[in-house]
């Protein structure tokens, strides 16, 4: 049996026959996977989709395709080797913005001016690129021309100011979309343009191989984005132990409250401030429900001539309370309780949009500044915290029913702990009549994230501020207070 | 200018038609011959010899049958093979023939060496593109594990070990022993 270099050898021989298809042959050589990974590279970075997070993948795959061709080629000439140094940089960037995008500082605008710097490397590589391949071709005899790479500069540059203008529209988006194409077209040509040259390429060695930089890169992205996502997707809320230090005259107004039909649960959570804010109540008025986050379960049953289906929800793990207070001095002061009565999965941000007595009514005006605050138990104490934002926010709204809207609401976000118990809150306002004969109607919206995944992070009150009430990674719970009869006898108001 | 261009200059014997080809074929055929040939001087003297037998043989190239580049690939590789073993045996020996090394096979032998070549064709029809790849780069342009490894983005570790797997399979494919 002979050993592996005679089988090599007679490999080797019989193969002087057997020579490879003219196909296998113009495979082999040292610069056509690098550059036809260039070309795809360009086109993944600067060209995505807005669609299923393309616009994050294909740039994630594109730096790393442009890093490993421009590694092979780093040694060849010094445009590759400063090329291979910006693929590097661009990767490293690309990493800690989509890391970022994760976090609430992603979401944030604050990143206008290093988005604007990083528009400058892709730039200067693009530049190297040209000037590398011309310095390849020039090695091998061949004229120093690379026109579709000096175009992609060009391009690149035209495009890089028509960002800065924020020109938009098809006018604008046409020709550039065709010019585009027309330079990717070349740039995959260019790999024919090097044909007799490229061979001169001497391919760089590497210490770890194509594979195993995919397998890093892709496992730190996997690991990195949800960590940061549940570390720091959530706002930074300052919780506290309660401090229990009982006032003159608190209890009696507990006891007050408490015998005109104030929940137990909402009573023990208002802060002493509100709680003696409702000194004096005369009326209590409260609305209860209960809201499922989940998927609930299909209920289908068949009558003589109809299937009727609906869906079935066992497990309703929000409560809310919606109170109206009427106070000594013939304000009303509302208060929108909610209390997590089940599993609220891993979160994220939490949202309580408030449509106030006061949003579409004229016989009501606010008094004073809303009020409120968050909390858990855990290990028997009970912490609590300051919403991380609580005051009227406008925005625009696109509303299939009414187009563009534009808003102004009352909002309270705040993030609840990983871990702890009987998450809960609520939101209060004080109400002046300005005019008899309106209505007390107030809102609660509260919005919830229910997937795990929510990829670039979107905050619940962006969620809420788009309009939107269930759909995406969020669901909305929406109850109300509304006390019609208030100008009849107080009997007749409703129930306390 | 065309290949088929150049082809027609070389035959009517016109030198810029070699100059033409060489310009845009030398990059190709130092590629091919460098693995083969470790000195610098033989390797000149290879391309020399190269340039020559292009001269003269440039009628035996067809651009129907295949492109310039498989035709030159092959005429570098079998010149510079042979450069290589008549350097080996110190000029004791007389030079090889221009495509094979063997002597003249008897009817037997030939029958026998045709048989080998189908069942290898087939072993190489196998293969997956990557280790074709591989193969070829190892046992037809007989590059070295460094080359292999920094042109296909492996560490050489990874390389020699792809070897390895390649030739336990084609021995096993090829009969035991590869004959």
């Known amino acids: ?496 | 200018m065309e290949d088929r261009e150049i082809a027609a200059a070389l035959a009517r014997g016109e030198p810029a038609g070699l100059d033409e080809l060489l310009k845009r074929y030398g990059p190709l055929l130092r590629y091919i011959v460098t693995p083969i040939l470790n000195d610098p001087r033989e390797r000149e003297e290879c391309l020399s010899d190269i340039s020559l037998l292009i001269w003269k043989k440039i009628e035996g190239y067809d651009p129907d049958r295949g492109s310039m580049t498989a035709w030159l690939s092959v005429l570098a590789r079998n010149t510079a093979l042979n450069r290589r073993r008549s350097l080996s045996r110190r000029g004791t020996e007389e030079e090889l023939g221009e495509h094979l090394l063997d002597p003249s096979p008897t009817p037997e032998e030939a029958l026998l060496q045709k048989e080998r070549r189908r069942r290898l064709q087939e072993a190489i029809n196998r293969l997956s593109s990557g280790e074709r790849d591989l193969f070829y780069r190892k046992y037809y342009y007989l590059q070295s594990t460094a080359q292999m490894a920094a042109e296909l983005g492996l560490t050489q570790r990874g390389v020699e070990g792809r070897l390895h797997r390649l030739r336990k399979r084609l021995r096993k494919e090829l009969g035991g022993d590869g004959q």
């Open chain 1, 1 to 496: 049996m002979m050993d592996d270099r005679e089988f090599d050898r007679a490999l080797e021989e019989e193969l002087t026959q057997l020579p490879p298809a003219d196909g296998e042959m113009e495979r082999i050589t040292p610069w056509k996977r690098a550059m036809s990974r260039i070309v795809a590279g360009i086109i993944l970075t600067t060209c995505t989709l807005n669609v299923w997070n393309l616009q994050q993948l294909m740039p994630a795959v594109g730096i790393v395709l442009l890093w490993l061709s421009f590694r092979t080629l780093r040694k060849e000439n010094g445009w590759f080797t400063a090329c291979w140094l910006i693929s590097l940089y661009r990767a490293a960037s690309l990493f800690v913005s989509l890391v970022l995008n994760a976090t609430l500082w992603g979401t944030e605008q604050g990143l206008t001016l290093w988005s604007y710097l990083n528009l400058l490397p892709p730039l200067v590589q693009f530049i190297c690129l040209w000037q590398g391949i011309k310095a390849v071709r020039r090695k091998a005899g061949q004229p120093d021309k690379a026109g579709a790479a000096g175009a992609l500069v060009w391009f690149y540059l035209a495009l890089c100011v028509l960002g800065l203008w924020q020109l938009q529209g098809w006018l604008v988006v046409l020709p550039i979309g065709v010019i585009y194409f027309l330079i990717l077209r070349s740039m995959a040509k260019m790999s024919a343009l090097l044909d007799g040259a490229g061979y001169e390429v001497r391919a760089a060695s590497v210490r770890v191989s194509d594979r195993m930089v995919w397998i890093v890169w892709v496992l730190s992205l996997a690991i990195a984005i949800p960590l940061a996502g549940i570390f720091l997707g959530r706002y930074p809320m300052d919780w506290k132990p309660v401090e229990i230090k009982e006032q003159a005259g608190q209890e009696e107004i507990q006891t007050n409250l408490q015998s005109l039909g104030m929940p137990e649960q909402v009573l023990s959570d208002l802060s002493t401030e509100d709680l003696f804010s409702l000194e004096g109540a005369v009326r209590v008025f409260v609305m209860v429900d209960e809201h499922p986050f989940n998927d609930g379960r299909r209920v289908t049953q068949v009558q003589t001539n109809q299937v009727r289906s609906w869906r079935e929800y066992d497990v309703k793990e929000l409560k809310t309370s919606d109170i109206a207070v009427e106070l000594e001095n013939g304000n009303w002061r509302i208060i929108h309780h909610f209390f997590w009565q089940g599993d609220r999965g891993i979160g994220g941000t939490e949202c309580l949009k408030i449509w106030p007595t006061d949003r579409l009514n004229e016989g009501w005006r606010r008094e004073g500044e809303p009020t409120g605050r968050v909390l858990y138990d855990r290990g028997g104490n009970t912490f609590e915290s300051d919403f991380y934002f609580l005051g009227e926010e406008s925005y625009t709204a696109q509303s299939i029913f009414w187009g563009q809207t534009y808003n102004n609401d009352l909002f309270a976000a705040f993030s609840l702990p990983l871990t702890g118990e009987n998450c809960r809150g609520y939101v209060s306002y004080e109400i002046e009549l300005v005019e008899e004969g309106w209505i007390i109607d107030s809102w609660s919206n509260y919005t919830h994230q229910v997937k795990w995944w929510n990829y670039p992070l979107m905050t619940a009150m962006q969620y809420s501020q788009a309009g939107m009430l269930y759909g995406g990674d969020f669901e909305t719970a929406q109850s109300a207070i509304q006390l019609f009869d208030l100008w009849d006898s107080p009997e007749d108001a409703g129930e306390p």
